[in-house]
């Protein structure tokens, strides 16, 4: 009981924080009521342990802890896949905005007045 308290007090101000935060920057509405919604769920499950134990069995999982460990790790895995992504998209960005900037900063030093192509590549 003394967990829960503990974890429900943390949940909130997570979720206080969130929105608090929340406000001054340019956040969709969607992504703000999903967050919302996450961790208002999230203190649901905490509050009363038993939904998961019933949606556990309901799954065919045991217990309903490893219910929520299972659910994480799919979760979490996905949020990894999706950052390596986001990474990766950005590393190509970055390369074109360097090239670019690298071309004009030649053009700008050598006087280059000839369109798009250039006598060195």
Known sequence: ???QGILLIVIGTVLLTGL?????????IV???SWISVWTVAMLLVW????????????GIGRGSDLVFYSA?????????????????LDERITRLV?????KEYDR?????????HPHI
């Not at 790790?73 to 998209?89: G, K």
């Open 99 to 103: 090239q670019d900037i690298a071309i």
């Open 73 to 89: 790790i799919i979760i979490l895995t996905t949020i990894v896949l999706i950052l390596l992504v986001w990474v990766d998209t």
């Open 1 to 3: 009981m003394i967990f």
């Open 31 to 33: 992504v703000q009521l």
């Open 109 to 117: 030093k050598t006087n280059f007045k000839g369109g798009d192509s």
């Open 20 to 28: 608090i935060k929340g406000r001054g920057r340019h956040r969709s």
């Open 48 to 59: 009363k342990p038993e939904i998961t134990s019933r949606i556990a069995f309901w799954v």
